[in-house]
């Protein structure tokens, strides 16, 4: 959709006149005076629209300058982001029975609850697995148990896994959305049942927290600083990568003097111009903007419908309620379908077979306790998150990402390491386009400093 199309739903979105615009944008504008004929002759696509005006734009409709370059015809469905807005209102106040405050804004969501894609994860409840199942089938030592009885034990657990959640089983969703919760209640930090040392856990989120800091205190600097202006920042990523403005001249055709008057903010690029100098910096164009930053920044600069339009492939309610469920981070523990999917069908073939149930037994109970681990680690991580990196990462991984960094294991050994680099991915996108920049620089996180070196297993037993 072209820039003049949305200029025109955006203003009607909000009822304006191009007159009453050009006055608002002109009294938050540094650049221009706004009339009602530049409004107009940018809407008919007779006047080019440059990166301040963009960024007058976004700034007025409360979006960052990206999200508005990139929204797309199914974000104006105003009438389905508002019936998403309702219904998950609505929803989440009859779900949270005794809570007297609404799930209105994304933040007031964001720290209890995951927007999960249903066929890439299975969602088991916590608190009665690990305090029922883990204990009764997988905690005790299998070194002196006889071949039968583990059989036993492992016809038990299985069955109790079809129950909980197996892999093939389909459900009805409610509309909007269905929330998937464990009523049994969840473990405490000082509950002795814990399988993992909580004390160490947390003191790695403490880490995974300082790792996030780090990777983004160079290229997200403060986003509240008034006094450095849009293209003093293009200078600072210019000179940050060693590149000349005769290099632009050569490889962007954008002429040195030309490129020279906008490090000085002596004029205004068109946006194309900015795009693709932007694309061969390998920086979004929001971290030219302070508003853009501000905007990124704020959780709730959006509905929550809107956020989830923008987000996802979803086009209307009942798309999402097909597709989508959000998950009680507390009391649920999900599993991605892929990885669960194999170590149901490695134990219960090891339990027909008998041959090699021992060995099948001590992955199936590592494989339960690292993601559990990861879970509970994701629970405590989003107590500290804000901003961008918790507003990127409310939405589930898919099974791409967690193909990407848990390569072929089916469950990560060392949970911490693996969840921070699955945060750091999604938000890293916002600052470079080269991928393989991105996945190289987290995959070497150094986590040693923190954790001793866990006990090595066999996380890909073959399955014959």
Not at 24 to 42: G, M, P, R, V, W
Not at 165 to 187: C, H, L, M, R, W
Not at 223 to 252: A, G, H, T
Not at 286 to 309: E, V
Request: proline content about 3%; hydrophobic content about 30%.
């Amino acid at each position: 959709m072209n820039l003049c199309k949305k200029l025109y739903l955006e203003r009607k979105d909000k009822n304006l006149s191009k007159k009453e615009l050009s006055e608002e944008l002109s009294k938050i504008s540094d650049f221009y005076n706004y009339t009602k004929k530049q409004i107009a002759l940018l809407e008919s696509n007779q006047k080019e629209f440059t990166f301040h005006i963009i960024e007058d734009l976004a700034k007025y409709f409360e979006m960052t300058i990206s999200q508005l370059l990139i929204k797309d015809w199914k974000s104006y469905n105003t009438e389905e982001i508002t019936l998403i807005d309702d219904n998950i209102e609505e929803y989440f106040h009859g779900h949270s029975e005794g809570m007297p405050k609404t799930f209105k804004n994304l933040s007031d969501i964001i720290y209890k609850f995951d927007l999960v894609k249903h066929n890439d994860w299975v969602a088991i409840p916590k608190y009665d697995f690990i305090m029922r199942e883990y204990y009764d089938h997988l905690y005790r030592d299998v070194s002196k148990e006889s071949n039968n009885i583990l059989i036993n034990r492992a016809e038990g657990l299985l069955e109790k896994l079809q129950v909980f959640s197996s892999y093939d089983y389909k459900e009805d969703f409610q509309f909007p959305i269905n929330v998937d919760t464990d009523s049994a209640g969840y473990t405490k930090f000082n509950d002795k049942r814990e399988p993992i040392n909580m004390n160490i856990l947390i003191q790695n989120i403490e880490w995974s927290l300082s790792e996030i800091r780090q990777l983004f205190e160079n290229d997200y600097f403060d986003y509240c600083e008034e006094d450095v202006r849009e293209f003093n920042k293009l200078k600072y990523y210019r000179e940050k990568l060693n590149i000349d403005p005769e290099d632009i001249k050569k490889d962007v055709n954008i002429s040195s003097n030309e490129f020279m008057k906008w490090e000085k903010n002596e004029t205004d690029p068109s946006i194309n111009s900015i795009i693709k100098l932007c694309d061969y910096l390998s920086i979004n164009i929001d971290l030219l903007s302070p508003s853009s930053l501000r905007t990124m920044n704020n959780i709730n600069s959006q509905s929550i419908g809107s956020y989830i339009l923008q987000n996802t492939n979803i086009h209307n309610s009942e798309e999402l309620s097909k597709d989508y469920y959000f998950s009680d981070r507390q009391s649920i523990m999900l599993i991605p379908r892929y990885c669960y999917k194999y170590m149901f069908d490695y134990l219960e073939d090891k339990t027909h077979k008998e041959i090699g149930i021992k060995k099948a037994f001590q992955f199936t109970r590592e494989f339960f306790v690292k993601w559990y681990e990861f879970n509970k680690a994701r629970q405590f991580l989003f107590y500290s998150l804000e901003g961008l990196v918790a507003k990127e990462n409310f939405i589930h991984y898919t099974e791409k990402e967690i193909k990407r960094y848990l390569g072929n294991s089916y469950y990560p050994e060392n949970p911490v390491k693996f969840l921070t680099q699955l945060t750091l991915d999604r938000v890293e996108n916002y600052g470079y386009k080269d991928k393989k920049q991105i996945i190289n620089r987290i995959k070497h996180i150094d986590i040693e400093r923190v954790l001793k070196s866990p006990e090595k297993m066999n996380l890909r037993p073959e399955l014959n």
